[in-house]
């Protein structure tokens, strides 16, 4: 049976009583699971003694008030996911037990998380990376997973882990998609059947274009609003809004494939 642990003093009995010296990893989440989440816990049960979830809506990382009301809260729902493939605990905390400083103390990094993602959602990055942190020293686990998906936020949790000497590994996990190719993502329950069709564009043109110019280009005339496309070492990352939802994606470079 899953656990659910709701304050960091029942999550640390549960980790010395019943995972000790076993490998453990942990899947850091907001919620709203959908099969992309599941991939990443079912790597973790294929590589780990024991597994816990953690669902915390973090209402730190969302710089628009709207898009944190909007985020699907359906907790009994995902509980019931994690159940049937096997969880061992989800520790799903409230505000006040994350953040018992009302978020005087926070973690920033001063470069990378500026640009691009963090450009257009300012405060962004600081808010994950002081939950990831706050996380991590939680969870105390021997591994952690996170999506290739949200390539700005894995690069910045990887640099998190190194400069602060955290003791757990980093997985990252390929992006999960639908078939039309369109990146999963709790926000995709927010588009409309016609919207999730032409949604399926935004992997398409990144893969094909011939640089990041012509992809903002072709992704205007096929009806997106642009946010940016930007070719990043071997990636090319963008971000789009339809129908008011925001979708990001990336994509490894043609030219180097
Ligand atoms: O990727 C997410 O779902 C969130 O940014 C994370 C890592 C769970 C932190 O709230």
Same mark, same amino acid.
């Given at each position: ?27 850091? !989440? ?20 024991? /597994?816990?979830? !953690? ?9 628009? #008030? ?23 605990? /989800? ?30 959602? %300012? ?18 686990? !021997? ?19 190194? !400069?602060?000497?955290? %003791? /757990?590994?980093?997985? %990252?996990? %390929? ?22 069709? #032409?949604?399926?564009?935004?992997? #398409? ?53």
């Amino acid at each position: 049976m899953t656990q659910v642990l709701q304050t960091v003093a029942t999550y640390r009995s549960w980790r010395s009583e019943s995972v000790g010296t076993n490998t453990l990893g942990v899947v850091p !989440t907001m919620g709203g699971l959908h099969s992309g989440h599941l991939e990443l816990v079912k790597r973790a049960l294929s590589e780990n003694d024991r /597994v816990v979830v !953690t669902v915390f809506l973090n209402r730190t990382q969302f710089n628009k #008030q709207e898009d944190f009301d909007k985020y699907p809260a359906v907790f009994a729902e995902d509980l019931r996911s994690l159940e049937e493939i096997g969880v061992d605990a /989800v520790f799903a905390p409230s505000y006040e037990e994350m953040y018992p400083d009302d978020y005087r103390y926070r973690i920033s990094e001063s470069k990378l998380s500026s640009e691009l993602e963090g450009e257009h959602r %300012p405060g962004h990055f600081d808010g994950v990376l002081t939950v990831v942190m706050k996380l991590l020293m939680v969870a105390d686990a !021997t591994r952690a997973y996170f999506g290739e998906k949200d390539w700005q936020q894995l690069e910045l949790v990887k640099g998190l882990v190194e !400069t602060f000497f955290l %003791p /757990v590994e980093i997985v %990252p996990c %390929p992006t999960v998609r639908e078939v039309s190719g369109l990146a999963m993502s709790s926000r995709n329950r927010r588009l409309s059947e016609a919207a999730l069709g #032409q949604a399926a564009r935004f992997n #398409q043109i990144l893969n094909t274009a011939d640089s990041d110019l012509l992809a903002e280009r072709k992704l205007a005339e096929a009806g997106f609003e642009v946010e940016y496309v930007a070719d990043r070492g071997d990636r090319r990352l963008g971000a789009v809004v339809l129908e008011g939802v925001r979708l990001i994606d990336n994509v490894e470079r043609r030219s180097n494939r």
